[in-house]
């Protein structure tokens, strides 16, 4: 194993790639509609890479990231719910997907719809679909 200073630093640049993708899309004056393909593709691209023959990773930092621009609050609320889950059941696979089925979840009863609460389920259902993959 690589340690714990590497898995920080491929988290924290697998959120920044996430977070990039959105934010230069918001720069550019895309709306939700656009911003939340976004959120897809650079997620999708994570986790199906076609150098690498399609294996990539599992794409939940990348997606955190992309989330945490695209809409803070529910980003926050799932983050929050991952961190609870974390310190119940101290398995950090099991509490990031939890976190991530609850940001759309979150969207939906903060008002989200349309484009935007679409593209959050589809990045969770993305996620959990590279996470039953690797098991």
């Known amino acids: ?16 790639k996430g977070a990039l993708a959105v934010a230069i899309g918001r720069l550019a004056g895309l709306d939700e509609g656009w911003l939340s393909v976004s959120l897809v593709a650079v ?7 076609v150098q ?11 997606a955190l990231g992309a989330m945490l ?11 929050v719910t991952a961190v609870v889950v974390a310190l ?3 398995q950090v696979t099991v509490a990031g997907l939890a976190g991530m089925t609850a940001a759309p979840v979150a969207a939906l009863l903060l ?21 039953a993959r690797r098991t």
Do not use: K, Q
């Not at 621009?69 to 799932?78: K, Q, S």
């Open 1 to 16: 194993m690589a340690g714990w200073r590497v898995a920080a630093a491929v988290f924290a640049l697998d959120l920044a």
């Open 111 to 131: 008002g989200v719809r349309g484009y935007e609460l679409a593209g959050l389920t589809a990045t969770t259902v993305l996620v959990l679909a590279a996470h």
């Open 88 to 90: 119940g059941a101290r």
């Open 69 to 79: 621009v695209l809409n803070p609050a529910a980003a926050l609320i799932g983050l």
């Open 43 to 49: 997620v999708a691209g994570h986790v199906l890479p």
């Open 52 to 62: 690498l023959r399609f294996r990539g990773g599992r794409g939940l930092s990348t």
